[in-house]
């Protein structure tokens, strides 16, 4: 496990993770069981994330968390934290990542997330949370990519409103929605890019009100 944060107790203000080469299994910008951490910066250039990396805590919050992927070997990235609250999240990626996630794991409230792919391969990418917590607001943003499934919003878990823009990219499915998740209002812009399936609402979820527009 490797944190830029505290274990137990400490506040600490500014982070900074940058991995270039190495094996990890856990990676966590803030900190562990105690104390808060105001902004975080986590930063991959390449080895191995065997597990999960975290823009945020494990069970404590951070206010800002900041998550650039632009290389090495990654399964699951979360902008938020594993159990733990976030203000508002960035992720950034230029990498090939398995399953993307703009807010947090298991529980955790994150009012905002905003994700920005710029190129890369791509299983999965939510909007939201995975599998606790809430999200009130989602921004995704795909520049160019190839990725099997976008969903506005969390995988089983509620967000409030979802926002996608989709400039480039080849794309399978598209869900201005969640997975197997509830999401109020959905909005999805499409300016350009290959896409197989296009969906205003969710998978396997309850939308309230979905907006697709096609430039």
Known sequence: YLYGGSNELGDVNNTNVYIEDGTAYYVF???NLGGTVSKTKVTTTGGTIKQEIYGGGNEV???NTYLYLSGGNILDAYGGGRSADVDETYVEA???????????????SVPITNLKIISGSFKNIYGGN??????IETKINIVNGTIDNIYGGGNEVETNKTNITINAGSIINIYGGGNKAQVSSTSTN???GTIANLFGGGNEGYTGFSEVLIN
């Open 130 to 135: 995975n599998l606790g917590g809430t999200v």
């Open 61 to 63: 919050a951070t206010t």
């Open 94 to 108: 230029t990498n090939d990542v398995t399953n993307i996630y703009g807010g947090s794991n298991t529980d955790g």
């Open 190 to 192: 499409i300016l350009d």
């Open 29 to 31: 910008g803030g900190n």
